[in-house]
């Protein structure tokens, strides 16, 4: 009994809110047990996660979902892990093996590796020692989870490149170039969070929650971020890596047994990652909403903060299957658009923007003058944009050339044309080149056995 007063003594009081000086003070045998409870962590949520996905998706679609293996079917995930774990690995002849081997586990381990970063709650008491409830933190832990997101990339790339398939090969081609398009946008929706906080590190950016979530303040940035993290997950409406419609499986069409299983688990690891870092930088990581922060003082301390957290990410992860189960998947061409001429300008706007309010705020300007020439200037900077597409879309259509079926030339204008994307003709004379029409013959060549027999015509 004495032993464990002093040692509590030793401790200190527990803070509420953790600090970056808060880390690096553990011993050893918590630091192990932290990391070991984050993996464990990583592997329910991605279990529990694709029974509600299939749950979910089936009850939209008007169908049962699992209900066979365990009670409500909890237990088909697992089933199914087992039997991807139990299959036949095949590896075909001519890939090459070491990267082939390697493409799958490069995708998964920055997938666990990026959750590290991710606070849980505020200060806790583990057996004595006051220990906040998060892996660990760094002056730049944000920039961290986008190295090792595209980290992960590489391995999709590979994994293409090693298969020696064309369906492989376009597959990891489309997520190298749909990685570089949205997660250059994804950075800049960070930027103004930073210039908020003041910081980079996760710790220090809920911290700076404590009275209002940024996604109050800096909600442009909010749907930046949730825009191009559907398109960092490689999932509907952005899953053109995969494309079953015109790819087959895309990148992991060669894969089978534990490998593909591997790349399945980066995939969900990654969901719940990009939903924690949103809950983390928009929604006040685990603080309580409003209502029962005011209302119950205790509601920001303790192990109360995970339930908190808990909820808002379990919240994200619903809106990434919400959106899988109405969305179609977009056209290549309109993905590119998206992420080059929308949301990267966009971004970059709105960062002038909030740099400047910060800056005239630090000179002691008035904030409401200050918000309602800001929401001016952005009002007229959309509205703006939104007349030159309008304007620059009808002249586009002027201007666009579709094949004449009559004369077999070009003309201008036309519906087939579908807002410049190829379309074949269907009614066409031709065909591969060949003519569907039945050649002509000669109406006076006439053959008789004898000319037949001697060989003459």
């Known amino acids: 009994m004495s032993t464990r007063v002093s040692s509590v003594l030793a401790a200190g009081p527990a803070p509420t809110d953790p600090t970056l000086e808060s880390f690096g ?41 699992p209900n066979r293996a365990g009670p409500f079917g909890l237990l088909q995930a697992l089933a199914d892990g087992v039997k991807l774990a139990l299959k036949e690995d095949i590896v075909p002849r001519q890939v090459d093996k070491v990267v082939f081997v390697l493409a799958p586990i490069m995708s998964a381990v920055p997938a666990f ?13 583990v057996f004595g020692h006051h220990t906040p409830l998060q892996g660990t933190d760094l002056p730049v832990a944000v920039l961290v989870v986008l190295a090792m997101s ?31 398009s949205y997660e250059i946008a994804m950075g800049l929706s960070f930027v103004a969070v930073f210039l908020f906080a003041g910081t980079m590190s996760t710790t220090g950016i809920v911290n700076a929650q404590a009275d209002r979530w940024f996604i109050l303040l800096l909600l442009p940035s909010f749907i930046i971020y949730v825009i191009t993290m559907m398109g960092e997950s490689n999932r509907i409406p952005f899953d053109l890596p995969e494309g079953e419609g015109e790819l087959v499986g895309g990148f992991h069409t060669e894969y089978s047994s534990l490998k593909f299983a591997m790349f399945f688990l980066a995939e969900y690891i990654n969901l719940a990652t990009l939903s924690a ?48 189960g109405s969305l179609p998947r977009v056209r290549y061409d309109q993905l590119m658009r998206l992420g080059w001429k929308v949301l990267m300008p966009a971004s970059l706007g709105w960062i002038l ?74 009614d066409a004379p031709h065909y591969h080149g060949r003519s569907t029409e039945t050649p002509s013959r000669p109406a006076t060549t006439t053959t008789t056995r004898e000319e037949v027999g001697s060989g003459t015509h």
Do not use: C, H
Not at 150 to 178: D, E, F, H, K, N
Not at 306 to 312: A, D, H, I, R, S
């Open 25 to 65: 003070r553990d011993p050893w045998w918590l630091i192990g047990g932290k990391v070991l409870a984050i993996f464990a962590f990583l592997v329910l949520t991605v279990l529990i996660t694709m029974w509600i996905e299939r749950r979910v998706i089936g009850r939209m679609q008007l169908r049962v979902g």
């Open 113 to 125: 590796i990026s959750f590290a970063i991710i606070p849980f709650g505020p200060t806790v008491s």
């Open 150 to 180: 595209s980290m992960g990339v590489y391995g999709i790339v590979l994994a293409g490149w090693s298969s020696m398939s064309p369906y492989s090969l376009l597959g990891g081609l489309r997520s190298s170039a749909q990685v570089i």
């Open 277 to 324: 870092l949103a809950t983390t930088l928009f929604l006040g990581g685990w603080r309580a909403p409003a209502p029962i922060s005011t209302v119950w003082e205790g509601a920001n301390a303790g192990w109360w903060p995970v339930l908190w957290f808990l909820v808002k990410m379990g919240l994200f992860i619903f809106f990434f299957i919400w959106l899988r």
């Open 353 to 426: 923007l909030v740099a400047t309010v910060r800056a005239l705020r630090n000179e002691g300007y008035d904030m409401q003058q200050i918000a309602l020439y800001a929401a001016i200037v952005a009002g007229v900077v959309l509205v703006a944009t939104v007349l030159w597409e309008l304007l620059r879309g009808e002249g586009d259509k002027d201007k666009q050339i579709v094949p004449d079926v009559g004369s077999g030339g070009p003309k201008k204008g036309g519906a087939a044309a579908a807002a410049g994307f190829p379309v074949p003709p269907m």
